[in-house]
């Protein structure tokens, strides 16, 4: 008898995870790496939230809570999808969780069963094969190269549905891509889905307000109100407001789904982090003028690496409009070799290369279900961006 799970066998490792651990380790030893693998802002959690924390520690609130969020918390996120994305829910209908991977976990882990199907859109966030494959589901992706944004079309969505279909998932902005959906392509993407009423939608809108220059950022629930009652929009406090360390992620869906949920958190962690809901709650209460800036931040970043990237011959990084992160594609690189003669075989190879000779560390887009490509994060200083830009330059230019 097998000592553990064949749950746990249907899934690896996290590979973005895992490359930062390799550049901490590098870094131990001294060495001078530049990690563009995390995904995290580097700016710091707002000093009113942090006050808000403090204050919950001092006023005792450190007891557990009602499992899937505080009444304040719940009351915080209707208030915020009404105000943001105009979705009308009540606090029955939504659910707090330890992180947007949880609440992820928890949604497909409470619904899927073997020989169950999501559709799951290529580039994705590692995660989410994985979670459909440990609770017993089938991935099955739609390939969307940057030849169209990266991101999919109605007619491949359409052709991708089968009876066994119980879940697509959208993430707009995307990690690892930064591609976001516009108003109009969500209405088409929806229009499929409502002649299939058996798929439900899961939203992951983690990167809501990270978006650049006149893109406005939508939510399928809100612009196909028809989907409203198969529809999990996902979000939480790790990116917009840099609390990727206080573990809170949140969705908003159908009663029976959220109690369905709730039932499994009950089994598994309880409740958040009481001190983490406090702070949340001052987060999505609070004032939000700072995003602006932030953004603003954000874009400079965004426009120095694509612009440094796309001076490289073989490398092709088109702008996203939100999230992070950059995708370049590298197909014009496969198959050069090495000052040392080594051939580049594929995307991993080349990120080893700038790993090795670069002291830059990525993620390759084999990690992302769709190569030759790589991803960067761009959630650091501009100087340290233009050091780590000109590495890949460099090491790409002693390519033969």
Known sequence: MPFLSAALGRIS??????????????????????????????????????????????????????VDGTPELKAAIVAKFARENGLSYDP????????????????????????????????????????????????????????????????????????????????????PTGAAYTEAELKALGEVLVRHPHVWILNDDMYEHIVYGDFRFTTIAQVVPELYERTLTVNGCSKAYSMTGWRIGYAGGPVQLIKAMSKLQSQSTSNPSSISQAAAVAALNGPQDFLADRNAAFQRRRDLVVRMLNDVEGIHCPTP??????????????????????????????IDYFLDE??????????FG???????????????????????????????
Request: charged share 20%.
């Open 13 to 66: 490792p996290s590979p973005t995870l895992a490359m930062t651990s390799r550049t901490l380790e590098l870094q131990a030893k001294g060495i001078k790496v530049i990690g563009l693998a995390a995904g995290e802002p580097d700016f710091d959690t707002p000093d009113f939230v942090k006050d808000a924390a403090i204050e919950a520690i001092r006023a005792g609130k450190t007891k557990y809570t009602n």
């Open 321 to 350: 409009d939100g999230a992070f992160y950059v995708y370049p594609d590298v197909s014009g690189l496969i198959g050069k070799a090495t000052p040392k003669g080594v051939k580049i075989e594929n995307d991993s190879a080349l």
């Open 92 to 175: 029955s209908q939504i659910s707090v969780n330890s992180g947007g991977k949880h609440t992820l976990f928890n949604a497909l882990v409470a619904t899927v069963e073997a020989g169950d199907e999501v559709i799951v859109p290529a580039p994705y966030w590692v995660s989410y094969p994985d979670i459909v494959q440990f609770a017993g589901g089938t991935p099955v992706f739609i390939r969307a190269g940057a030849a169209q944004g990266y991101k999919i079309l109605p007619e491949q969505l359409d052709a991708a549905i089968t009876p066994k279909t119980k879940w697509v998932i959208l993430n707009s902005p995307s990690n």
């Open 370 to 400: 769709l190569e030759p490509c790589f991803r960067v994060s761009y959630a650091m200083s501009e100087e340290a961006l233009t050091d780590a830009c000109t590495r890949i330059q460099e090491a790409c230019a002693a390519l033969r």
């Open 358 to 367: 670069a002291r830059v560390a990525a993620v390759p887009g084999v990690a």
